[in-house]
């Protein structure tokens, strides 16, 4: 495709051609972002792109009237006490992705928007990750014992009915705004799908399941329960490998390092590799607290010869996603952790620069090199997301029956 790297070659053009792959891909994997409203507050622009704190105010509530007005005496004025919340922006990037003039050459596909697309992915993931960071790491906290020792053998760990009434019981308690949906207040649990099972099992969605709505099991049609709209999704938070140990304890590190899309790792030991293992989890950094890594991540184990694991995991290929180095990444069997997020659309404040946008904006380099025989893209953001009150969200954390693993 010469127009790539031609000297005259229009690079507004191509930004424009491929805009819509890139804005596909940017707009795929909204989760958490649900949670947030833009901060409507001159200088968010200038704060989001110069990396400034933005500090937001609230004004205390007025307090009922217990006294009777005076026919002699003025009633006393009180004074409002105001706090400050602030939300600091950032700046994230993806890529750049560099190719040689002679592939557009020689490959007759449409590689050029692929790269549009996939960038737009990876911003979003980027960008969502920081609302998701906002969103799950509060305060508020509800489990059933200690993350590291969330039990997935366990029921009264899992994701149930019981476990979203209290949750809106803790809310309405707080006084936690909530919206209007379907003509009544409600609000929104953001978690990951795996959770679902174990809820649509529970003894209260089973019953209406039985004598009203079959379709909640048949269909998987589960949205909504009482005054939660359920926004499940396999890109939900999960902190992998951090529960409880298998009956059969297994933990160990790679022995050599694995690159992105390997189908292959060789681990330090196989003692203990139980036959029954379904999952391995591969960790850089154990995300303990409020502590969140996304370069974690799962993998099925297909088969294992010794300490050499054949895998399947999410990469393009079904192989790694990421890159993980020897001696220093932890290879265990444990079971994971799911967060839910309970809130509203204005649990979370968020902030970006106009100038590139709410998610980002593509940057294209043409005709670099002595030769003009080079081609760049990435993509850039300004801004950032933070909690409004501490008292606007809730993280729940469970484990799913699905995981139980060895």
């Known amino acids: 495709m010469a127009i790539l790297t031609s000297q005259s070659g229009p690079t507004s053009s191509i930004r424009t051609l491929y805009a819509s792959e890139y804005k596909d891909g940017a707009e795929y994997m909204r989760l958490y972002d649900q949670l947030s409203h833009p ?56 890529g750049p992705v560099q190719w040689h003039e002679q592939l557009d050459m020689r490959v007759y596909t449409d590689l050029v928007a692929k790269r549009y697309k996939y960038t737009g992915e990876a911003i979003s993931e980027t960008i969502d990750a920081l609302a998701s960071d906002a969103a799950l790491q509060g305060g508020i906290v509800r489990r059933a014992a200690l993350r590291a020792s969330l039990d997935a053998d366990t029921t009264t ?24 949906g379907n003509g009544r207040p409600q609000w929104m649990a953001i978690g990951n799908s795996t959770l679902l099972k174990d809820l649509r099992n529970s003894d209260t969605v ?59 790792c060789t681990m330090t030991t196989s003692t203990s590799l139980a036959s029954g293992f379904k999952w391995l989890n591969i960790i850089d950094t154990a995300e303990t607290s409020n502590t969140h890594v996304r370069t974690n991540e799962r993998v099925w184990l297909s ?16 192989g790694f996603k990421f890159n993980h180095a020897a001696t220093t990444t932890a290879v265990t069997a444990s079971d994971s952790v799911y967060p839910v997020a309970y809130g509203t659309p204005v649990s979370l404040a968020k902030m970006y620069d106009t100038v590139t946008g709410e998610w980002g904006e593509t940057v294209l380099k043409e005709n670099q090199g002595m030769l003009n025989q080079w081609t760049s893209l ?25 995981d139980a693993n060895g």
């Open 39 to 94: 901060v409507g507050q001159d200088g968010v622009e200038k704060a989001a792109r110069l990396g400034e704190t933005l500090q937001i105010n609230f004004l205390q509530a007025i307090p009922p009237g217990n006294s009777t007005i005076s026919e002699t005496v003025d009633v006393v004025p009180i004074n409002l006490v105001d706090a400050t919340a602030t939300i600091s922006p950032t700046s994230r990037y993806v």
């Open 157 to 180: 760990h899992y994701f149930n009915s019981d476990a979203l009434e209290q949750a809106a019981i803790m809310l309405q308690q707080l006084k936690c705004p909530a919206y209007i």
């Open 206 to 264: 089973l019953a209406v399941a039985e004598y009203q709505d079959k379709e909640l099991i048949f269909n998987y049609e589960l949205g909504q329960i009482g005054p939660w709209k359920l926004i499940m999704n396999a890109w939900g938070k999960c902190f992998i490998g951090q529960g409880a140990a298998c009956s059969t304890t297994y933990v160990t590190t790679l022995a050599s390092a694995v690159t992105a899309l390997d189908k292959t």
């Open 378 to 402: 990435a993509a850039k953001f300004y801004g950032g997301y933070g909690r409004w009150s501490e008292n606007f969200l809730i993280r729940g954390e469970y484990t799913a029956s699905s």
């Open 303 to 318: 088969s294992n010869s010794g300490a050499v694991a054949t895998i399947v995991g999410t990469g393009s290929n079904g």
